[in-house]
Nanobody, 124 residues
Framework: QGQLVESGGGLVQTGGSLRLSCTAS????????MGWFRQAPGKEREFVAHISWLGDSTFYANSVKGRFTISRGNSKNTVYLQMNSLKPEDSAVYYC?????????????????WGQGAQVAVSS
């Protein structure tokens, strides 16, 4: 068994930056792609970004492309989401995601494992 633990959420003003972190623990996450989804109040959960196991392939939702950057730590069990130029519409609970596959193609609608979520609020 294992778990995904997010950190780094908080409140920021429009145009500000935040960095989310997600650390995977346990043998369940010995390898695999990781990423982020988000869910705003009253809306469905949506894909944000993912990164391959080796960190050589990334993919972003159009709504965050050019503003958010996903990366992996050297130990591969940590994934980061650097969020710049934040907008009020970025406010949501951000969920760390992990897959058994080494690489994800395109825009996924689900994943194999979920974190508990980290709140991000952007004030106008």
């Amino acid at each position: 068994q294992g778990q995904l633990v997010e950190s780094g959420g908080g409140l920021v003003q429009t145009g500000g930056s935040l960095r989310l972190s997600c650390t995977a623990s346990g043998r369940t996450f010995s390898s695999g792609a990781m990423g982020w989804f988000r869910q705003a109040p009253g809306k469905e959960r949506e894909f944000v970004a993912h990164i391959s196991w080796l960190g050589d392939s990334t993919f972003y939702a159009n709504s965050v492309k050019g503003r958010f950057t996903i990366s992996r730590g050297n130990s591969k069990n940590t994934v980061y989401l650097q969020m710049n130029s934040l907008k009020p519409e970025d406010s949501a609970v951000y969920y760390c995601a992990a897959w058994r596959a080494l690489k994800i193609i395109g825009r996924p609608t689900n994943c194999d494992y979920w974190g508990q979520g980290a709140q991000v609020a952007v004030s106008s």
